[in-house]
């Protein structure tokens, strides 16, 4: 059987390089596009076919979307609503001119079903409504909360976990690796089109399980603080700048009103979930990638 063509954005960064990797160890051909002559060189040698391009631009889009049967699409973390819908705009646009089988969205995080007033959910929300209106067969897949960050500086600490979630309410963490897993999923089943996925992972936790689980993996006690939404925006500041941060500030404001939302799954999800081998927080904390970015470490935003 001759193996599709798959279009993956965001293949340089976490989540959309996951997903390359996954389709390429699966057979696929991985098509991808970046701004960066480094990336080009380094996505080509894992497989990847890079090529130069922006998303801002439609006619690289074109080009890039030539003999592409599925499109991943995996916009950039960004909080610029005018900025994603252009994305969003020329990608489908691309998209439908090369006669694209379906397009899995990717919400880079958790989406609510229905309509927040939290301005960088809704962005996300616009992103799905402009694909579905393009005629386009498409897949949604709703990861949770990336286990990933985690290794935001300051967030682990020699003692403590700092982090703006609830310390007694459950979330079901996933790794960038094991969401590829639902992603990789969707792009081989298309009798899901037309359907919304929630990628939650192995085991859901508490802060305080949270903070036990880093415990038991690191051998040195940490103990769970409830990280103020200011604090915790102004320690993003530092790192992505002020806009960044306060969309994902705003992200966590919501959460801090609507955790429950989180653990909402069907059965079908729990089969597809089933299907795949997921990491437990251990698990990733104890991967050569990621523990030593732990050790040794001192938090920066819990006074």
Not at 99 to 107: L, P, Q, S
Not at 186 to 194: F, G, I, M
Not at 211 to 222: C, H, M, N, V, W
Not at 278 to 294: C, D, G, K, M, S
């Amino acid at each position: 059987m001759t193996m599709e063509h798959i279009l993956v954005y965001g293949a340089s960064g976490v989540q959309g390089g996951a997903v390359a990797r996954l389709l390429i160890k699966q057979g696929f051909t991985v098509r991808t596009i970046t701004r960066s002559e480094d990336h080009v060189v380094s996505l080509r040698e894992q497989g990847i076919d890079a090529r130069i391009g922006d998303m801002n631009d439609l006619n690289s889009l074109l080009a890039v979307n030539e003999g592409v049967d599925q499109v991943f699409l995996n916009l950039p973390i960004e909080f610029n609503s005018s900025a994603i819908e252009s994305y969003t705009l020329n990608a489908v646009e691309a998209a439908k001119r090369a006669a694209v089988k379906r397009i899995v969205i990717n919400t880079n995080g958790f989406l609510p079903e229905q309509p927040t007033s939290t301005e960088s959910l809704e962005i996300k929300r616009n992103m799905i409504e402009l694909v579905k209106k393009s005629g386009i067969p498409w897949i949604v897949v709703r990861p949770t909360l990336y286990m990933e960050n985690l290794l935001i500086p300051g967030v682990v600490g020699d003692h403590m976990l700092a982090y703006p979630i609830p310390a007694d309410k459950p979330i079901p963490w996933i790794n960038a690796e094991d969401a590829a897993q639902f992603h990789v999923y969707a792009l081989s089943h298309p009798e899901l089109t037309e359907r919304t996925i929630y990628a939650n992972g192995a085991v859901a936790l508490t802060g305080n399980q949270l903070a036990a689980q880093f415990t038991e993996a690191l051998g040195r006690d940490i103990q769970f603080h409830l990280l103020g939404y200011d604090q915790f925006e102004a320690g993003l500041s530092a790192v992505m700048g002020a806009e960044q941060a306060a969309g994902v500030a705003g992200f966590y404001r919501w959460i801090g009103d609507s955790i429950e939302e989180l653990l909402t799954r069907n059965e079908a999800d729990r089969m597809i979930q089933s299907e795949l081998k997921l990491t437990t927080i251990q698990e990733w904390i104890q991967h050569e990638n990621v523990r030593p970015a732990f050790m040794g470490s001192t938090n920066v935003n819990s006074n």
